[in-house]
């Protein structure tokens, strides 16, 4: 899973690469010749072979790399508008609108509906139809934040107090990895995301499972995990639909073994990584929000197989 | 206006030497430790100005260091993430405040007055006091850091990140007071420097024959004048917000975060030309003297310093891309971040064009010159891709943006700046450095740098943000993350053998010439190190390679007295005579005032009404610094009957 702007998977990503490679070997041309242009200089400027050029006509040539300088830039600012005008075009009626909004340091995320029963909330990843436009409204509940899928698009900031909204299309199905890039203090570092192109077929089921309420626990574990969850701090934070959990200010959990990862990306989601995050959430990740709950063993392994069941 | 007439007036040796011993008492240096406090001889002020930066350009490189071997493996637990993000900040703030723009200062009140053949500075005190400003904030800074109270908001300070309601502590007041520090230093420096080429250039040293590095210090100084208050709002209205709880970046009271960037950015585009334009008379200062020839294209590289300068003011909104902004507008910004590379290409295409019709000579401080051609192309190209709106979206705040800015600023400026201060070290200690020693450093830090960047772009390429303290395994970042950090390493070796350089040339180093480099410009016709009063005797200038060009026998300027600190004042274009004028003794009360001022300002921090009782202590130590002392030797000198004061240039021994 890489998160590099040279492996375009979607049509805005592609186009901004299709005009940096035009940079990339307009420049690196430029550069060779200057470059060139310097050692003769030195060369020549060693051998003192050159010293009756006259002032005037070494200031022709001069302005003869002046007047080409400035064509090539003409023609850099030219197709860089016509790349923005295109990046623009990709606005449209139809598409699917998800809003994410960025927390000091994880990400949420909703798809939108018309009726509210029917909205999708989650954390940290982001399923999306291949082929289909999707508007991504940013909204931030703290500082300035940055949403940045390389595969997928350039970045847009979400600022408190703004709304901005980014228009992409994956054209390959893959897995794609995306992180904060604004700083926003203590975890920037930490503060990743995944988005999942699937075939539209797949995305539906997706989108199907996630609007159901939270998996009815089925071992006595599990239950008891259940109880644990509602009788202790995490329901202050976390919503798991279905139960008494609704808190709003920390990751939805109703589909949390749905998704890949824990702390925003810092970690894979694997009952070990659970259990040590919960155990003492500072350690992973540092300064993040989530407190320190001092559960015995066998009430987090409780905990722990609940949540895995999450599905 | 007619020409001061030049009357043949028989001056001999003996009269000269007797001349000169006179002035040497009369300019001689404050001395003991109230001296030291006291001090307005502007090669002391500059030289402090350039140690006392050099100083923190090796703090910020310790601090680089360090971020370096955190970012050597990843997931490294050498640093955790409080400390790194107040490395980065540290790291920041200090290369731009207190070294680039310093340094760049340190040089300009250093050297300005010896470019244009002027006994002193205008303003010393002035000077003076922005020394000690600048010492203050500097010292504020790392003691803050020390005492855990370490800016961590990155060297921009965004809100709300840096507001009252996510930036507790004291953290962000230390960086926006520091900023208050170092706008105060700056603006002090660019009224000394506008004044000085303005009004005390050496009769016959017409606007157009002032040296490329003079020129380039007046136009970044009337930048800092227009640029600093951009910034002076920003940080004001920062601790405002968070001292009296005004609501400016509040956007749930009204007020905006984004206003805070347009300001902060409308001060920090043209910051980063505050750097780049002194480098580049430095460039064209080196490429001069080691092409043995006059530039090509005086009149062009003016031209290009101010048209950057225009346009320097037109490009903050580059920074600010991905906020999504209108599209229109972002593209008129593309447009004009793309065009500045028009004056810089001027200028080298002037410098290229030099060393072709030349003769070169390749001395360490041209290789530094060399090195600048490398590194700073490379990085200007990187600027054009970064000025396109849509390749910013990807590469905006990613490492790529950290090896251009890296490309740009150490390329362009601390390039130029180390071989500028190479070239001038003979000037300044009247000791000859050590050629093998440049050669190996200047290899060292021209390796190691690209060694320690170039990885960079691709880094930014391959997705990694900047201001992160770690990174997990499996990004493919690891190798180009250690070649970073090895490069780092090598850096720091070149930059320690530059010091070994310098301090065994002091003590062991052969005593230099007055011109050793066989340069043009007046600070080398006069001897290694300029004696107290600069020049003696000052010839009228008939040419702009004095050193070159002039006809031996120049006149001699007589008529200002030598027992008196009194410099020859001349006019703005054709720097005819104007008048004579008394330049200030030492005083004790510049640094008074910049303590009471420093007082002020850290308690400010605290309590609002610091600016009540603080301002009170530093309305009294400048009473006293500007408390007319007796007689005026105007009054003396220039009896009003007499009217404008009649000044002679001589004739004398050539």
């Known amino acids: ?80 508008v016509i790349t923005s005008r295109a990046l623009a075009s990709q606005r449209s009626a139809d598409a699917l609108m998800i809003e994410v909004t960025a927390y000091q340091w994880w990400w949420a995320v909703e798809y939108q509906h018309p009726e509210p029963e029917q909205r999708v909330r989650t954390a940290n990843e982001l399923h999306i139809p291949v082929g289909k436009t999707v508007a991504i409204k940013l909204l931030a509940n703290d500082v300035i934040h940055s949403f940045w899928v390389p595969a997928l698009h350039g970045k847009l900031d979400a600022i408190p107090g703004h709304e901005a909204t980014l228009w992409l299309r994956a054209d390959q199905a893959g897995v794609y990895r995306g992180q904060c890039a604004e ?62 959990a609704g808190g709003r200010i920390a990751p939805d959990l109703t589909h949390f073994a749905s998704r890949s990862t824990i702390g925003a990306g810092t970690r894979p989601r694997t009952r070990e990584y659970l259990d040590q995050w919960i155990k003492d959430p500072q350690a992973i990740k540092p300064g993040n929000r989530m407190p320190t709950l001092g559960l015995s063993d066998a009430d987090r392994s409780a905990i722990v197989a609940y949540l895995e069941q999450l599905r | 206006m007619s020409r001061a007439p030049v009357i043949e007036l028989p001056l001999t040796d003996e009269m000269l030497s007797r001349q000169s011993r006179e002035l040497a008492r009369t300019w001689a240096p404050a001395r003991g430790i109230i001296g030291f406090f006291s001090e307005v001889d502007h090669k002391r002020i500059g030289m402090r100005f350039i140690l006392t930066a050099l100083a923190f350009f090796v703090l910020g490189g310790v601090l680089a260091a360090l971020m370096r071997l955190q970012l050597a493996f990843p997931e490294n637990t050498l640093i955790g993430p ?29 050297f300005t007055p010896l470019l244009v053949g002027a006994r002193t500075i205008a303003l010393p005190r002035l000077a003076a006091f922005g020394y000690w400003i600048f010492l203050a904030g500097g010292v504020f800074l790392y003691v803050s850091f020390l005492l855990n109270i370490g800016p961590d908001n990155g060297w921009f300070s965004y809100v709300p990140l840096a507001g009252p309601e996510f930036g507790p502590g004291k953290r962000a007041d230390t960086w926006a007071q520091l900023i208050t ?163 810089s290409g001027v200028q080298i295409f002037c ?67 180390f071989g500028a201060l190479y070239y001038w070290f003979p000037k300044m200690t009247g000791r000859m450095p050590n050629r093998r020693l440049g050669m190996i450093s200047f290899w060292l830090l021209f390796i190691g740098f690209n060694l320690t960047f170039f990885p960079m772009h691709q880094l930014g390429m391959i997705g990694m943000p900047r201001r992160v303290y770690t990174y997990l395994p499996g990004l493919g970042w690891e190798t180009l993350n250690l070649a970073a950090t090895a490069g780092a390493i090598t850096m720091a ?54 050193l070159w060009d002039d006809p031996p026998g120049q006149p001699i300027v007589v008529g200002v007295r030598s027992d008196k600190r009194e410099v020859l004042v001349t006019r703005l274009l054709d720097a005819e005579p104007d008048h004579r004028y008394h330049s200030p003794e030492p005083s004790i009360w510049p640094f008074v005032t910049a303590m009471a001022t420093t007082f002020m300002l850290i308690w400010s921090i605290f309590s609002p009404w610091a600016l009540v009782w603080g301002s009170i202590p530093p309305a009294i130590a400048m009473i006293f610094w500007f408390w007319p002392r007796g007689r005026s030797i105007d009054d003396e000198t220039h009896p009003p009957e007499k009217g404008r004061p009649q000044l002679e240039a001589a004739t004398g021994p050539a």
């Open chain 2, 351 to 417: 410098w290229i064009a030099t060393m072709w019709t030349g003769r070169v000579r390749l001395e360490p401080p041209m290789l530094f010159a060399l090195g600048y051609f490398v590194i700073f192309i490379i990085g200007g190209m990187t600027g054009i891709m970064v000025a396109s709106v849509p390749v910013d979206l990807q590469l905006h705040d990613t490492y790529f943006v950290v090896a251009h800015l890296h490309y740009v600023l150490i390329g362009g400026a601390v390039f130029p700046l």
């Open chain 1, 1 to 80: 899973m890489l998160q590099s702007v040279l492996h375009a998977a979607g049509i805005q990503s592609a186009r901004i690469e299709a005009l940096w490679w035009v940079m990339f070997w307009v420049t690196t041309a430029v550069t060779l010749v200057v470059l060139a242009l310097v050692v003769v200089a030195v060369r020549r400027g060693l051998a003192a072979d050159a010293m009756d050029v006259t002032e005037r006509s070494s200031l022709r040539r001069v302005a003869v790399g002046t007047v080409l300088t400035a064509v090539i830039l003409l023609g850099l600012i030219g197709g860089s």
């Open chain 2, 181 to 343: 520090f170092t706008e105060v230093a700056s603006l002090v420096g660019a009224i000394v420097t506008i004044v000085t080429i303005f009004k005390y250039r050496r009769p016959g040293m017409t606007l157009d024959r002032v040296p490329m590095f003079a020129w380039a210090e007046l136009v970044t100084s009337f930048m800092i004048i227009f640029a600093m208050p951009a910034v002076m709002l920003a940080s004001t209205t920062l601790i405002l917000d968070r001292l009296v709880g005004t609501h400016f970046f509040n956007q749930a009271e009204g007020g905006d975060p984004i206003l805070y960037q347009h300001l902060f950015w409308f001060f920090g585009h043209p910051e980063v030309y505050l750097i780049f334009l002194p480098a580049q008379g430095l460039m064209s200062t080196l490429i001069q003297a080691f092409s043995s020839r006059p530039i090509v294209g005086y009149v062009w590289l003016v031209t290009a310093l101010v048209a950057t300068a225009f346009m320097g003011f037109g490009l903050w909104v580059h920074h600010m891309f991905t906020v999504g902004l209108p599209q229109n507008g972002s593209s008129f910004f593309t447009a004009a971040s793309m065009m500045i590379a028009i004056p």
């Open chain 2, 82 to 110: 409080d400390l790194y993000n107040q490395l980065f900040t540290m790291h920041g703030t200090t290369m731009m405040f207190l070294f680039a723009v310093p340094v760049m200062e340190g040089l300009g009140l250093y």
């Open chain 2, 493 to 546: 070796i070149g930059a320690l053998t530059l010091t070994v350089n310098a301090v065994y040339a002091l003590r062991r180093g052969e005593a230099a010439a007055a011109n050793p480099w066989q340069a043009s410009t007046l600070e080398w016709s006069t001897s290694s190190p300029p004696p107290p009063h600069n020049f003696s005797p000052e010839r009228v200038i008939a040419s702009r390679d004095p």
């Open chain 1, 183 to 244: 700083y926003c203090g203590h975890q920037h570092a930490h503060m990743a995301f995944v988005v999942i192109a699937e075939p539209p077929d797949v995305f539906e089921r997706w989108i199907q499972a996630q609007r159901q309420t939270a998996h009815a626990p089925a071992t006595e574990q599990e239950q008891r995990g259940l109880h644990l969850v509602q009788r202790t701090a995490c329901v202050m934070c976390h919503t798991i639909r279905g139960t008494a």
